[in-house]
């Protein structure tokens, strides 16, 4: 969970410098007031239109009593829809905090919140009717608004959105919008210097489920919760602030309860919208227990008539209502009544409350402003929770009905009111007017039940002039000389009004006051209020209010007498009491430890602490960083000698918080920096050492520090100073562990010494491609290869490189073939060669594609790739010499011997084809039988053998 804290004071970091340096991206160019009033600018937007989930502290009013039947439904939206609002950033304090000479008006400026379109989406796997919604908004502090430092201009602040609501409840399914952000000074010589165009972001934030500021019916006193998800994600740019670190992705808990009704009204001001008596005050609470905001829920606008966001920071939000413009309706004043709708369509339900899984009726009126009926229309039943879906036209009155089964699923936001209620919307999609009711359901339905519902109560507590409202989910904690304000809520839950009765309730002190319910309708809520003082001596205990509705059984329909009775329980302590230990004697930059474990919470349980460091630098908006420590732990350190201040926030299990202030002394020293590079290189490779981090912490002046190198290689002597000259680069050959030092001495004569060593690894070799060469002539490949003949002889080079001192062992090694040895034959001794550069003489005595291979070794025994070539040998034909040929003619029954030599690399098969006009093979091919084997025939001519037939030697 980010809070307000988070964002303001460095993400909680406080360890060591980094955290002085929050927006360390801010131009050094842009004055130090300007650069403060951005800061706190854009986290007061980023409040306002972010799903903010930090802790609000909202200053409520005196409760009042009241009585509440089933609540009030939502009213559907319509396309067109608008409402402006008007909106205050009020950041006076905030900047007073920062310790500048600035000051910023109040912003001001209107919200318009226009609904622009209604769609029908798949969400986590039900189809959804939504509203799109377009949110715009400009705000300035005026032309003389801003001063910075003697110069004056105005802030001006745009932002445009969009957010989808789902209709069925008005849960918030995502929101996004752009940001922009411009100062405008009265003389435009600043914008020459530095980027006026302060930031220009989107931000866009998904919830997993919807989530659901508001459950409906709404009705004083409901308390529900929901547990959701919510992704956010940045894009954008600014020359002052890296804006992906307001991007989240986190599971938040919270809880709402209604505390008030009536007209909107905090810190005696009331909206410029003037029909709003009749709203809802809803508080949220976090899991924590913290607060984190506030809405009066205004039903005769169908929506919020104000928001407000207040920080202890020092910026406070408001939205007030001043125009509402509903689309489509008649008798509108835009600053007080919505008028009437044209056409509409009003949902009634058979029953105010229904058990689970039960067909109920509900009834469609559709109807003009006048009451005329709208006919034959097919209106669209969606109870998309069940989803359930169905279809019915409208009659000659305007009416259909539907059945839709309850269901027993419970919903996304458990009450303590109901089994769970969800909206049941029956629309026509041509027109595209909603009508919506919410089904209230019960797991069980009785005529009566009186009940001290006292998971609804809250209590407004008055300590110091200040006053807070907890609900049941914070607890209700208190210590002496606190004032308290219960409201104290009586509820029937029943499906029928009851008679008269009695509540009694009696006090801590035993004093019991009685009230007289005349009667409490079905569904409904009478608050009774009671105040009391807590004494001064009072002990650390636990003080109940006791809680009897109808001791007396008047209400003799009640179905459950058993939840008559509850009890208010005051958990009566003390403030935290703060103590602490630092570490003394520290120099700049050395960290200070802080030891607040003896911080003790007099009434039991633990305590936490938040320790909120001063801090002089310019980027500071508040002038303290802070951080938050549950064990009571933290350390610090500082950039400058002095006596800071430390302020020791400890806060207990009650929420109880108590501020102890002292200060930590902090001595001179030298300078500090830093040597950076890498531990270890390739021998070869250039390695580069900067000096970085410089911080002359004995003297404010700008006079540099001076730094001497000492270095094996390069550098080595080199004198430098920290305002040029900061780095050293070598390419070092030889291998081995290396050490280079620097010292840097201030314009005092302190010095510092920084040592950094490295590593210089033997590199492996490399390889060049392979080289082919016949008689001298370099040899092209072809098709990827190189073609030869059998036994032609070819030089084969390739050329290995290394760093120099491994440049001479390099060795390298070929292999002329994939097959054994026999297929290739050469007049290298070996198949490896010493040095870079190696070039060998070989052929191949067998035919088809060989592959040879080549790599480089040097003498750590790296190698380089393998690189490949493929050669492609042709077979040769042999040569034949006939070596015995008879004279002819050849006389009958003559012995004739016929022989001949063959002259060929391979194995070779002698034929004889003895008839070479028959294809005794039958292949095809006449003269290639081998009709007798042998390099030597013998043959005798008899009288069948025709004269003159040739004979085929192969």
């Known amino acids: 969970m980010h809070s307000l804290y988070s964002i303001i004071f460095s993400k909680w970091k406080g360890y060591g410098t980094s955290s002085r340096h929050r927006y360390n991206q801010i131009r050094t160019s842009l004055p130090q007031a300007m650069r403060q009033i951005l800061v706190a600018i854009f986290i007061v937007l980023s409040m306002m239109l972010m799903p903010w ?44 905090n920062s310790g500048t000479d600035a000051s910023l008006n109040t912003l001001t400026g209107d919200t318009q919140v226009e609904v622009t379109d209604i769609a029908d989406l798949n969400y986590n796997g039900t189809q959804t009717l939504v509203y799109i919604v377009e949110v715009s908004g400009s705000f300035t502090s005026g032309s003389d608004g801003a001063t910075l430092q003697g110069a004056t201009g105005s802030l001006d602040v745009k932002y445009t959105g969009t957010d989808i609501i789902r209709a069925r409840d008005l849960a918030v399914i995502q929101t996004s919008f752009r940001l922009e952000v411009d100062f405008n000074p009265n003389l435009g010589l600043i914008c020459w210097i530095t980027n006026c165009e302060l930031a220009d972001i989107t931000i866009t934030t998904e919830y997993q489920p919807g989530k659901e500021k508001r459950d409906f019916p709404i009705r004083s006193g409901d308390f529900w919760y929901q547990n959701h998800w919510s992704d956010t994600t940045v894009d954008g740019e600014s020359d002052y602030f890296d804006v992906s670190t307001f991007g989240s992705s986190e599971e938040a808990n919270s809880s709402w309860q209604v505390v008030d009704t009536g007209t909107p009204l905090e810190d005696g001001t ?25 809405e009066w829920f205004c039903p005769a606008v169908r929506s919020y008539a104000w928001s407000r966001v207040v920080n202890e920071a020092g910026f406070q939000i408001d939205w007030l209502l ?75 009155a305007g009416i259909a009905t539907f059945i839709v089964n309850t269901s027993s699923e419970t919903d996304d936001t458990p009450s303590t009111s109901d089994y769970a209620s969800r909206g049941l919307i029956i629309w026509d999609p041509v027109t595209e007017i909603i009508g919506i009711a919410t089904i209230v359901m019960q797991a069980e339905i009785v005529g009566l039940d009186l009940v001290a519902q006292m998971s609804s109560a809250f209590m407004e507590r008055t300590r110091d002039g200040q006053t807070q409202t907890f609900t049941s989910a ?11 304000s ?34 409490l309708e079905a569904l409904g809520e009478e608050r009774i209020i009671v105040e009391w003082s807590i004494p001064a001596d009072m002990t650390i205990s636990q003080q109940n209010f006791v809680i009897n509705v109808d001791p ?132 070869g490779d250039q390695i580069s050492f900067s000096i970085d981090n410089i911080s002359d912490i004995d003297t404010e002046s700008i006079t540099p520090v001076t730094f001497s190198w000492t270095s094996p290689f390069m550098c080595d002597g080199q004198v430098t100073t920290s305002f040029a000259g900061l780095q050293c680069e070598m390419e070092p050959q030889e291998e081995g562990v290396f050490q280079i030092s620097v010292i840097g001495t201030d314009d005092d004569g302190a010095t510092t010494e920084r040592n950094a060593s490295f590593e210089v690894v033997n590199k492996a070799p490399t390889i060049e491609p392979i080289e082919m060469w016949v008689d001298g002539v370099y040899l092209e490949q072809l098709d990827g290869m190189w073609h030869l003949d059998e036994y032609q002889t070819v030089t084969l080079k390739v050329q290995g490189s290394d760093t120099l001192f491994d440049l001479d062992s390099l060795q ?52 380089s790739e393998i690189i490949y070539g493929t050669v492609n040998i042709s077979n040769i034909a042999p040569d034949i010499t006939l070596t015995n040929v008879p004279s002819l003619p050849i006389g009958e029954d003559e012995i004739v011997t016929i022989s001949f030599e063959a002259d060929d690399g391979d194995v070779l098969m002698y034929c004889w084809d003895l008839d070479a006009t028959f294809d005794s093979n039958e292949d095809g091919v006449f003269d290639n039988d081998c009709d007798r084997e042998g390099a030597q025939f013998d043959f005798i001519r008899s009288l069948s053998t025709p004269l003159g037939q040739p004979l085929v030697i192969t």
């Open 53 to 96: 989930q930090g802790e609000y502290f909202v200053d409520e009013e005196t409760s009042k009593s009241y009585s509440s039947a089933i609540g009030e439904d939502l009213d559907a939206w319509r396309i067109g829809d608008r409402w402006v609002y008007e909106t205050l950033f009020d950041v006076q304090q905030l900047i007073a």
């Open 270 to 294: 009331s909206i410029q919208y003037a029909g709003c008596g009749n709203s809802y005050k809803i508080t949220e609470v976090n899991i924590t227990g913290q607060n984190q905001g506030m």
């Open 322 to 396: 001043k125009e509402y413009y509903p689309a489509a309706s008649n008798n509108v004043a835009a600053s007080s009544d919505p008028g009437v709708r044209q056409e509409s369509i009003e949902v009634s339900l058979e029953f105010i409350a229904a058990p689970l899984d039960y067909e109920q009726g509900a009834t469609a009126t559709y109807q003009s402003s006048t009451g005329t009926g709208v006919p034959g229309s097919n209106l669209y039943m969606r109870y998309e929770t069940a989803g359930s879906t169905s279809t019915q036209v409208t009659d000659n």
């Open 474 to 484: 914070q607890g209700y904690n208190v210590i002496p000389g606190d004032s308290v």
């Open 486 to 519: 219960l409201s104290i809520p009586v509820q029937n839950n029943g499906i029928a009004d009851s008679p008269a009765f009695d509540v009694i309730i009696t006090y801590p002190d035993a004093t019991v006051i009685q009230e007289r319910i005349p009667t």
């Open 552 to 683: 007396n059984n008047e209400a003799t329909q009640d179905a459950d007498l058993t939840n008559n009775q509850g009890t208010i329980s005051l958990n009566v302590g003390r403030l935290p009491e703060p103590a602490v230990q630092q570490t003394d004697g520290v120099y700049t930059f050395e960290p200070i430890f802080y030891d607040a474990t003896g911080s003790i919470d007099p009434d039991g349980g633990d305590v936490t602490c938040v320790f909120s460091f001063e801090n002089a630098s310019e980027d500071s908006v508040s002038g303290f960083d802070t951080v938050v420590s549950t064990d009571c732990m933290a350390e610090w350190n500082w950039s400058n000698d002095g006596d800071w201040q430390v302020q020791l926030y400890v806060t207990d299990d009650e929420s109880d918080e108590v501020l102890h202030e002292f200060t930590s002394e902090v001595l001179n020293r030298a300078p500090e920096f830093e040597i950076n590079g890498v531990d270890a290189i390739y021998a």
């Open 812 to 863: 390298v090694s070929w292999s002329l073939s994939e097959e054994n040895e026999t297929s290739y034959s050469t007049d290298t001794p070996t198949l490896s060669t010493l040095g870079g550069e190696s070039e060998i003489e070989a052929s191949w005595h067998t035919s088809g594609q060989h592959q040879i291979t080549a790599k480089v070794i040097d003498d750590n025994g790296a190698t």
